[in-house]
């Protein structure tokens, strides 16, 4: 079975720059997740799609971040404009539903010059 | 809010050591714990978890008991190898709809021959 794939793996781009990532979840996975992960720290939650709805968004910098799972499959995060803080790896994760065990991607790994 | 706290690292141990990581919690409800993992060059995955208070996890020789009463969920194993080096998270998933996970920062374990 294919595990979550992202691209892409790693990024490097300009402050005020914008950037894109994409995330594909298992099969059949209902549920995805964007989560990032600062160098030295666990990884945050951004969003968590249902399907195609936002079921929590209460971590994500909305003046900045957005994401978008248009058809309930693929998943892409956009940052307009990017700070030298943003610089992380950015993890998606699906799970098949609720409570169910959340399965990873390698991650993209951003740097903000 | 919701928060994990969990023993820094490195932890270097030797080869056949018995291995404890604390991890401890703060949650508004009823959450389920985890330990996930991340092998070198390697993306995260999940190494075991309990749902409710008294379960024990286990997976890999690895095993951690859900304490309401200490809000605890410590890792053990009896004999670590060197292929147990990674680094290890403690999380936390309130259940229900919004289930995305809340992490520790990670402990990097070290085990030398």
């Known amino acids: 079975e294919a595990g979550v794939a992202q691209s892409p793996r790693y990024k490097i781009i300009e402050k005020r720059q914008s950037v894109a990532f994409w995330c594909n979840p298992i099969?059949?996975?209902?549920?995805l997740y964007w989560y990032q992960q600062i160098l030295g720290q666990g990884p945050k939650l951004l969003i968590q799609?249902?399907?195609?709805?936002?079921?929590?968004d209460s971590q994500l910098p909305k003046d900045r971040f957005s994401a978008e799972r248009l058809k309930g499959v693929d998943s892409t995060l956009k940052i307009q404009p990017a700070k030298l803080e943003d610089s992380a790896v950015y993890l998606c994760?699906?799970?098949?539903?609720?409570?169910?065990?959340?399965?990873f991607g390698p991650g993209t790994r951003l740097t903000v010059l | 809010g919701n928060s994990v706290t969990q023993m820094e690292g490195p932890v270097t141990l030797s080869e056949e050591a018995f291995l404890t990581i604390n991890c401890t919690y703060t949650a508004t409800g009823y959450p389920s714990l985890f330990w996930y993992v991340q092998y070198p060059g390697e993306g995260l995955q999940l190494l075991l978890k309990a749902t409710k208070a008294d379960d024990k996890g286990s997976n890999k020789g690895f095993e951690a008991t859900y304490r309401k009463e200490s809000t605890s969920f410590h890792l053990e194993k009896g004999s670590v190898q060197v292929s147990d080096s990674a680094v290890y998270f403690c999380?936390?998933?309130?259940?229900?709809?919004?289930?995305?996970?809340?992490f520790g920062k990670g402990t990097h374990l070290i085990i030398q021959p």
């Open positions: 999380a936390l998933s309130e259940g229900g709809g919004a289930d995305g996970l809340t």
């Open positions: 099969s059949g996975h209902a549920t």
């Open positions: 799609f249902q399907n195609n709805g936002v079921v929590d």
């Open positions: 994760a699906s799970s098949p539903g609720a409570k169910g065990t959340q399965y």
